[in-house]
C-alpha cells in the first residue's frame, strides 16, 4: 500500500518563502512521476507542478513559473516544492500525487495515491 505524506505548510506573509515536502512509502518511488496540486474550498484541485521519475524534466503552471521549483531525492523517496515570492492567490490545500504512466499530466484525474494535504495561507 503506496502512502504519500506532506508537510512544510504554514502561515507566511506575502512575498515570503515556505518548502513543502511529499514523503512516500513503497519500493517503487523512484519509477514515479510526481505531481503538486492545489485545492481551495468549492474549487477543483489545480495544476500547479509535476517532476519525471528522474528529476530531468519538469512542468509547471503558468501562474507559479519562476516563483516554484519542484524538485525530487530518489534515495529518500521525497519531493519536494520550493515556494518563493509568494502571493495571497497561492492559498490552498497542497497535495502530492503520484503518476506511473508516461507523460507529465496536469489533470489531476492522472495521479492518484493522494497523500492528505498541507495547507499553505499567504497573508497580504
Known amino acids: 500500500q503506496v502512502q504519500m505524506v506532506e508537510s512544510g505548510g504554514g502561515l507566511v506573509q506575502a512575498g515570503g518563502s515556505l518548502t513543502l515536502s511529499c514523503s512516500a512509502s513503497?519500493?517503487?518511488?523512484?519509477?514515479?512521476?510526481i505531481g503538486w496540486f492545489r485545492q481551495v474550498p468549492g474549487k477543483e484541485r489545480e495544476f500547479v507542478a509535476a517532476?519525471?521519475?528522474?528529476?530531468?524534466?519538469?512542468n509547471y503552471a503558468d501562474s507559479v513559473k519562476g516563483r516554484f521549483a519542484v524538485s525530487r531525492d530518489n534515495a529518500k523517496r521525497t519531493a519536494f516544492l520550493q515556494m518563493n515570492d509568494l502571493k495571497p492567490e497561492d492559498t490552498a490545500v497542497y497535495y502530492c500525487?503520484?503518476?506511473?504512466?508516461?507523460?507529465?499530466?496536469?489533470?489531476?484525474?492522472?495521479?492518484?495515491?493522494w497523500g492528505q494535504g498541507t495547507q499553505v495561507t499567504v497573508s497580504s
Open positions: 500525487g503520484t503518476r506511473l504512466s508516461t507523460g507529465l499530466s496536469a489533470s489531476a484525474l492522472d495521479y492518484g495515491f
Open positions: 513503497g519500493d517503487n518511488f523512484s519509477k514515479w512521476r
Open positions: 517532476i519525471s521519475w528522474s528529476g530531468g524534466t519538469t
